[in-house]
């Protein structure tokens, strides 16, 4: 089993940012890509970030150059660092982590843009 505990969600001004942070334990050995997932109220689940165990990332096109993902391998946890926040980027943020069989979801944190 792999366990994921959130940290970092809250209410932001537009404009404003906010850092997520996810820590894994359990069997880690086992975990391969991680990432950050967000569910809008009405909306599926979509992929903000990932990054693999070796550095490389993905982002959506509605966070490039405003979003960074980033993974410390050796304590098990991958940030979310977000600036320049709209209104639209209110959701719930979910952590996962991938293994060969199976994926693991944190139990998400509440990012809510508002002025």
């Known amino acids: 089993q792999v366990q994921l505990v959130e940290s970092g969600g809250g209410l932001v001004q537009p404009g404003g940012s906010l850092r997520l942070s996810c820590a894994a334990s359990g069997i880690i050995f086992s975990i391969s890509t991680m990432g950050w997932y967000r569910q809008a109220p009405g909306k599926e689940r979509e992929l903000v970030a990932d990054?693999?165990?070796?550095?490389?990332?993905n982002y959506a096109d509605s966070v490039k150059g405003r979003f960074t993902i980033s993974r410390d391998n050796a304590q098990n946890t991958i940030d979310l660092q977000m600036n320049s926040l709209k209104p639209e980027d209110t959701a719930v943020y979910y952590c996962?982590?991938?293994?060969?069989?199976?994926?693991?979801w944190g139990q998400g944190t509440q990012v809510t843009v508002s002025s």
């Open positions: 990054i693999t165990r070796g550095g490389s990332t």
């Open positions: 996962n982590a991938e293994t060969t069989f199976r994926s693991y």
